[in-house]
């Protein structure tokens, strides 16, 4: 079946980031048009070949906090705002149309809280991806076999499942795929206590 190309809004902190080499390959074999908003730009020798061709640039200014390099996590909620806050200016003065699709990453950093402010009638389809050691940075102590102690304390695995079933029960317009190996090494896995993620279906 035809389809015209979409034209994308994409939202990422850095450019070309982790949706820079998936929108190049839209933009050069399927002909989709792209704006790419985003904060921190990458020298040109490492741009993709489509930028100026159907992949257009928006550099978006960030204040406060978001200047830092890192800060504790007691201000992370200021960081996210200040991004969030960054996208929606750079929105509201550049205002690119059509919009089919805003594919984004905001990589902890909260960039796309404000975008469907822009045009509630655009889907916006993110990206969250992360990866922890298996032993460090869980909510319990860990035995030396690598199981919590505690096996009500979740791991990041099984966080991401509880978050995406809650908002998929709040939000009738949300739809939540939550990825990972064919079985996620964890605390409450399939080695120790018969339960298999993969074959895990959100509700």
Known sequence: M????LCLLCVEPSFPGRLGAVTDWLVRTRGYRCWFASNRI???EFWPESVGRGLELLQYEVGGVAWEPSVPWTRSLERWFC???GVWELLEAQRPRPVD???ARSSGLGSTLFVPG????VPLVNLFDGYLHPRRNDLAEEV???????PNMLREFDRDVSISNMIMRMK???ICVVAGGGQVRR???LEHYGIDDAAVLLE
Do not use: W
Not at 118 to 121: A, E, I, K, Q, S
Not at 144 to 150: L, M, N, R, T
């Open 172 to 174: 009738n317009d949300v």
């Open 42 to 44: 990458s020298p040109r």
């Open 187 to 189: 605390g409450l896995d």
């Open 118 to 121: 822009f045009d509630t009638r």
């Open 144 to 150: 030396a076999d690598g199981v919590a102690s505690e």
């Open 83 to 85: 991004h969030a806050h």
């Open 101 to 103: 699709v805003v594919p």
């Open 2 to 5: 035809a389809q015209d190309p």
